[in-house]
Nanobody, 119 residues
Framework: VQIVESGGGLVQPGGSLRLSCAAS????????MSWYRQAPEKERELVAT????????NYADSVKGRFTISRDNAKNTVYLQMTSLRPEDTAVYSC?????????????WGQGTQVTVSS
């Protein structure tokens, strides 16, 4: 199993970034996919989730209206489009794949990509 995030970097306040998460080694289309973030000295926060078929999404209140999660099951990739970025969005963003089935859970994580919002 491999999950690799990319697209992070330094951006000015008000700017945009698109994160990508490429997955392999499991049946991507069966898994709900999420983006989490963790800022220094803060707990990890769930940012956004998209269901396996892409029919439903959920967002943290702090990013609603600014971030959009999407997926391409043909490419085994999930995206996070981030707009109107704020300094408080600075964090390591990690991708998670989760499957709950017949009482079992499968949970995979990537290493994360750094997003820094600063002027």
């Amino acid at each position: 199993v491999q999950i690799v995030e990319s697209g992070g970097g330094l951006v000015q306040p008000g700017g945009s970034l698109r994160l990508s998460c490429a997955a392999s080694g499991f049946t991507f289309s069966r898994y709900d996919m999420s983006w989490y973030r963790q800022a220094p000295e803060k707990e990890r926060e769930l940012v956004a989730t998209i269901t396996s078929a892409g029919g439903s999404t959920n967002y943290a209140d702090s990013v609603k209206g600014r971030f959009t999660i999407s997926r391409d099951n043909a490419k085994n990739t999930v995206y996070l489009q981030m707009t109107s970025l704020r300094p408080e969005d600075t964090a390591v963003y990690s991708c998670n794949a989760r499957l709950l089935w017949i009482g079992k859970k499968w949970d995979y994580w990537g290493q994360g990509t750094q997003v820094t919002v600063s002027s």
